[in-house]
């Protein structure tokens, strides 16, 4: 063996239990740590609003607002959530507005709304009605009341003819009047089917449906009457477009004669200048040379004189004595 005593052997145990039980407490209270700082985070979701609630005294904090976020609020401290989107209040089938209206009729209202919270008066809702559920209940209830006083405003023929009217002093009553007893915003209102007792609403419908068969009638006059100016205007357009029409072929015969006789002018005189110059150059200077020239020069192939188209190419007169010799206003 060592060698060593039994009381070394239970001195050495002792120490080594010691350490032991220190490593556990040591892993114990560093999971108690980790534990604690982990249960110590409370989270808000990106949907909520929230206050810090103690859980030992069941006091609630509502001197601030959280959003979103992780807080670091302690053990004994828990958020108590509200929602801040848009909840639907829906009045259908069973759960329809039932009023009367000024004439005693018995209407069945379907209709919705949405409303959310307003952050800064969080605190005045939480105080007056403590939870979502019970805001919801008295908003609806609230809601119903306001509702019912609208309708006996108006008239059981404003329901169809004035509907927009209707609808928009039923969203301003209810946004006014939960903004101010609930806390809540009223951001949309819809109004939908207004159901009438069956009598009333085939009585209704009857006098729609002649009031649709006049404006049928005045819109088929009015069409027939914008046909015929249709085609007046038709006919009209027509004959001015014959008018144009002849007037810019009388403008066109009297360009391409005045173009006609101006292009056999620049003809002539080329034609002209042209037997000067060739006579100049043949040396033709006596009457007869140019005479017995034009001649020649006149015959076709059956030595037959061509004096028409002569005369009407070359004005003889000029080529010969380089001017008129008959002048205008003599004989």
């Not at 209407?107 to 559920?133: A, N, P, V």
């Not at 038709?234 to 009388?250: D, V």
Request: glycine share 4%.
């Amino acid at each position: 063996m060592s060698g060593r005593s039994i009381g070394e052997r239970i001195s050495d145990a002792s120490s080594f239990g010691c350490w032991l039980v220190i490593i556990i407490l040591g892993v114990i209270a560093s999971l108690l740590i980790i534990i604690l700082v982990s249960i110590s985070f409370s989270y808000v979701e990106w949907n909520k609003y929230a206050f810090k609630k103690n859980t030992t005294t069941g006091v609630v904090d509502t001197s601030q607002v959280y959003e979103n976020g992780r807080y670091y609020w302690g053990v004994q401290y828990k958020p108590v959530s509200f929602n801040k989107t848009f909840t639907l209040v829906d009045y259908h089938d069973t759960t329809s507005l039932f009023v009367f209206n000024d004439a005693g009729l018995e209407l069945q209202i379907e209709c919705s709304f949405w409303y959310r919270l307003i952050k800064d008066e969080l605190k005045e809702m939480y105080s007056s009605f403590g939870s979502e559920s019970n805001l919801y209940q008295q908003a609806k209830d609230i809601a119903r009341a306001a509702l019912k006083n609208v309708v006996d405003q108006f008239s059981t023929d404003e329901f169809y003819q004035n509907r927009q009217l209707i609808s928009d002093t039923m969203f301003k009553t209810v946004k006014d009047v939960l903004r101010k007893q609930c806390h809540v915003s009223v951001e949309y209102f819809q109004l939908r089917r207004v159901i009438l007792p069956e009598p009333i609403a085939d009585k209704l419908l009857t006098t729609q449906e002649n009031k649709q068969l006049a404006l049928r009638v005045v819109f088929v006059q009015n069409a027939t009457l914008i046909r015929q100016d249709t085609q007046t205007q038709i006919q009209r357009t027509l004959a001015n477009i014959s008018t144009i029409n002849a007037e810019a072929a009388g403008k066109s015969a009297v360009i391409l004669q005045n173009a006609t006789s101006t292009a056999f002018q620049i003809q002539l005189q080329a034609r002209q200048t042209a037997l000067a110059s060739l006579f100049n150059t043949l040396e033709m200077v006596t009457s007869e040379l140019k005479l017995a020239f034009l001649y020649v020069t006149g015959l076709d192939d059956r030595n037959t004189y061509k004096l028409g188209d002569t005369q009407m190419l070359v004005n003889i007169n000029s080529v010969l004595f380089g001017k008129d010799p008959n002048p205008q206003g003599k004989k």
